[in-house]
């Protein structure tokens, strides 16, 4: 599938591979017109933008939801921290200038809805119905079941739950994602559809 893309992905900061990317873009406009899609775990946008050019073909709207000051491993020392994204100043990790800016970049401002705040207090009184969840947030267990138990229920039927950087071997990667993928299809509400590179893709019964 040809993307047409407004701006060099590689630019962007970011840890989705391009099949993962693809496939995102794939689902999303593919459930689009039926409601609007979440993203849980924004970064600097890289899917957002995916997730967003989606959308925009259809009218719809993307949620990005994350609180910008980095899951655990982007903090100072940790494996994934990158100094270009730490404000000294304010000596904290932020990656919302760059998220902006490059929304903006993407000509996305009237697709993209940033949600500047944690799973459990954008959910707290969340009703709209969700034709697509994109969980990719912080990876400790208990943020990653703080993601799943905060937005799977609001997904419609036949809608989408993406999940990503699931490793089912634990020398392969973190084991969060990959729990929550099992507790998701042990649920019996989600049925698997897909499974590229390291993105998981399920379907609302």
Request: proline share 3%; aromatic share 10%.
């Amino acid at each position: 599938m040809t993307i047409a893309l407004p701006l060099d992905m590689t630019d962007i900061k970011g840890f989705l591979a391009d099949d993962e990317a693809e496939a995102l873009y794939r689902y999303a406009l593919s459930v689009a017109e039926r409601g609007a899609v979440l993203e849980v775990g924004s970064y600097c946008g890289k899917s957002t933008i995916y997730l967003g050019l989606a959308c925009q073909q259809k009218q719809g709207v993307v949620y990005a939801v994350d609180h910008h000051i980095g899951s655990e491993e982007h903090q100072l020392g940790e494996m994934f921290h990158d100094p270009e994204l730490y404000d000294t100043s304010e000596a904290r990790f932020d990656t919302f200038n760059a998220f902006r800016r490059n929304i903006r970049r993407a000509r996305l401002e009237d697709t993209v809805v940033p949600l500047v705040a944690t799973s459990e207090v954008s959910a707290r009184h969340w009703q709209t119905p969700l034709a697509m969840v994109f969980i990719d947030g912080g990876h400790s267990l208990d943020a990653a079941l703080c993601d799943y138990r905060c937005w799977a229920t609001h997904i419609m039927k036949g809608g989408i739950l993406a999940i990503h950087d699931l490793f089912p071997a634990p020398e392969e990667g973190g084991q969060a994602p990959y729990a929550i993928y099992k507790l998701a299809l042990a649920s019996g509400l989600f049925e698997e559809i897909a499974r590229v590179n390291t993105l998981g893709l399920l379907r609302r019964l």
